[in-house]
T-cell receptor, first 116, second 115 residues
Framework: AQKVTQAQTEISVVEKEDVTLDCVYETRDTTYYLFWYKQPPSGELVFLIRRNSFDEQNEISGRYSWNFQKSTSSFNFTITASQVVDSAVYFCALSEAQTGANNLFFGTGTRLTVIP | DAEITQSPRHKITETGRQVTLACHQTWNHNNMFWYRQDLGHGLRLIHYSYGVHDTNKGEVSDGYSVSRSNTEDLPLTLESAASSQTSVYFC??????????????FGPGTRLTVL
């Protein structure tokens, strides 16, 4: 069963628009971790954020914010006032304590294109 | 600065050949991982290691092997390359504890083409 679903395959927005990337996860574990990674056109994977299952507090970092809702098993990522440099593929990932908290299950990614 | 490197960055090989992709990290991380990235699949775990002489199979391990003889290196071997193994391969590492627990640091990737 797919553990992480990123239903949006591709999204295009005009610069300065806000955009939300959806991530829905599935786990039976009570202790788990959620991640977002960014993969710019250059190809490397850049860590953005990690949340554990006991911390539902939303987080804001500059133009980035994350909304973690256990009730809907979602960990959505919002970019405010998007910029061309935000164009990338974004991956949501899950690790579970019972299957090895070091092992990540990745979603299929959302390709974001910001049009100038 | 500590880093994780992969070599080669690009490789073209023929079906049936043995291929080894190198991964080297200087963070002294215990945990190392190999993933493949394919369109429509995201990143899928091939093999991983939690320390020297420890290796484990991931989701898509068939046709691949790894060995861990030291902390810094986790080479990935394709025993007999197949066209289905054409992909981009990423190596990653993570610490066993501390504030960066289970955050994985990725190498730049190796693009492998099997003809």
């Amino acid at each position: 069963a797919q553990k992480v679903t990123q239903a949006q395959t591709e999204i295009s927005v005009v610069e300065k628009e806000d955009v939300t990337l959806d991530c829905v996860y599935e786990t039976r574990d009570t202790t788990y971790y959620l991640f977002w990674y960014k993969q710019p056109p250059s190809g490397e994977l850049v860590f953005l954020i990690r949340r554990n299952s006991f911390d539902e507090q939303n987080e804001i970092s500059g133009r980035y914010s994350w909304n973690f809702q256990k009730s809907t098993s979602s960990f959505n990522f919002t970019i405010t006032a998007s910029q061309v440099v935000d164009s990338a593929v974004y991956f949501c990932a899950l690790s579970e304590a019972q299957t090895g908290a070091n092992n990540l299950f990745f979603g299929t990614g959302t390709r974001l294109t910001v049009i100038p | 600065d500590a880093e994780i490197t992969q070599s080669p960055r690009h490789k073209i090989t023929e079906t049936g050949r043995q291929v080894t992709l190198a991964c080297h990290q200087t963070w002294n991380h215990n945990n190392m991982f190999w993933y493949r990235q394919d369109l429509g699949h995201g990143l899928r775990l091939i093999h991983y290691s939690y320390g020297v002489h420890d290796t484990n199979k991931g989701e898509v391990s068939d046709g691949y092997s790894v060995s861990r003889s030291n902390t810094e290196d986790l080479p990935l071997t394709l025993e007999s390359a197949a066209s289905s193994q054409t992909s981009v391969y990423f190596c990653a590492s993570s610490p066993s504890g501390g504030s960066s627990y289970n955050e994985q640091f990725f190498g730049p990737g190796t693009r492998l083409t099997v003809l």
